[in-house]
């Protein structure tokens, strides 16, 4: 389905009824990627080894015919498995797309499907959604998951073990720091989120490695990719792997406080303030300048300026950890409207009046927002 806000009726763009994630505008509005359900992959001799499969398709916004993008099974290598027989194999799918600028292409890391999870292969490949062409530019354990540089001409490459650099063809790859795989206790992988400052440099929060019961310590880093020099600007402590997100100009820091809950700080970590006691807020998203923070907090959006002391603003009954911010003072949030009904609300500062945008069909429901021009 789609529709234009505020007030544009709803069309539906396709009536194959399989889609099961991934909706995502491409950056210039034009196209929406999804995913379908695909056949079951089966990973070993053992008939019920078998774990879903999707395909890639794209559709104009202005309507047509879905096209298929790419076909993981058959474009992606399978990856040894560790099952019981020798030819045990994992199936490959797409991580999160980096777009290129243009919009026509996009950089992506694979992951192989397990039984109970999808693992990164930390490779890189170089997708074009309007020809289907997809090109290996980096083989397994070179790759990592891809953040393109404000210029789209270098990519960070993130993995469970180091953060590197490469131009976006793949070329001229080389390692910017390195560190101590650090355990989940669970069954996916921690990897760093390194974000790109406007003068080329890069922060990234390192988690150390920690034991269960005990705060996790992040590092705060600052990279410089032109020297391979990096700097730690301070620490934080939190209760569990909860990255501490920077705002926009890298000045200030939130982050889920070990014993505290979640805390304002400058960007070194410096002079934190709580601003929501309790059980785990969880930070969501930044507004474009910075000035006020949207997180969620006992089932709740709320929004704190992040330049008063002031008491959040909580209004939407949060419908699951998403918030995007239209400007500067209005976030849309997807909302609970009750009996398992989600609907998309704008909520206005500083009056926090929220009104209704869209109210979706019931679950399960996934949902991109397209904020251009």
């Known amino acids: ?155 960070l490459l993130s993995t469970p073990r180091e953060v590197a650099v490469a131009r976006t063809d793949g070329t001229e790859r080389r390692t910017l720091l390195t560190f101590e795989r650090v355990p989940t206790y669970s069954e996916w992988e921690w990897v760093p989120e390194p974000a790109w400052n406007d003068d080329g440099s890069v922060q990234v929060a390192l988690a150390r490695p920690w034991q269960v019961g005990e705060a996790v310590t992040y590092s705060l880093l600052r990279l410089d990719p032109g020297s391979d020099e990096s700097r730690e600007l301070g620490e934080v402590q939190v209760p569990w792997l909860h990255t501490p ?49 949207a997180f969620v907090h006992d089932s709740r959006c709320c929004v704190v300026d992040a330049q008063a002391e002031e008491e959040p603003l909580c209004v939407a009954p949060a419908w699951g950890a998403d918030a995007q911010w239209w400007d500067e003072d209005t976030l849309v949030v997807m909302a609970d409207a009750g009996e398992d009904q989600p609907q998309l609300q704008a909520m206005q500062l500083p009056s926090g009046t929220a009104t209704e945008l869209w109210t979706a069909p019931p679950s399960p429901l996934y949902y991109d927002l397209y904020l251009g021009p």
């Open 245 to 293: 997100l920077w705002s926009p100009d890298r000045s200030r820091l939130a982050y889920v406080a070990a014993g505290s809950g979640l805390a304002l700080a400058g960007g070194r970590g410096e002079n934190p303030r709580t601003v929501a006691a309790g059980d785990m807020p969880v930070p969501l998203a930044w507004s474009p300048e910075g000035t006020h923070l």
């Open 1 to 155: 389905m789609l529709k234009r806000l505020p007030g544009g009726e709803e069309v539906a763009l396709t009536g194959e009824g399989d889609v099961v994630d991934f909706p995502e505008f491409s950056p210039d509005g034009r196209l929406i990627l999804y995913r379908r359900q695909g056949p079951p992959a089966t990973i070993s001799a053992d008939p019920a080894a078998e774990v879903p499969s999707s395909t890639f398709w794209a559709i104009p916004v202005a309507g047509g015919t879905p096209r298929l993008v790419l076909d993981p099974l058959a474009a992606l290598p399978a990856v040894p498995g560790t099952g019981s027989l020798a030819d045990d194999l994992y199936p490959s799918e797409p991580g999160p797309l980096a777009w290129l600028p243009g919009g026509r292409q996009a950089l992506f890391s694979s992951r192989y499907l397990t039984a109970n999870s999808a693992l990164g292969s930390y490779d890189l490949w170089r997708l074009d959604v309007e020809t289907g062409q997809l090109e290996a530019l980096l083989p397994a354990g070179q790759g990592g998951r891809p953040t393109l540089s404000p210029g789209g001409e270098w990519v």
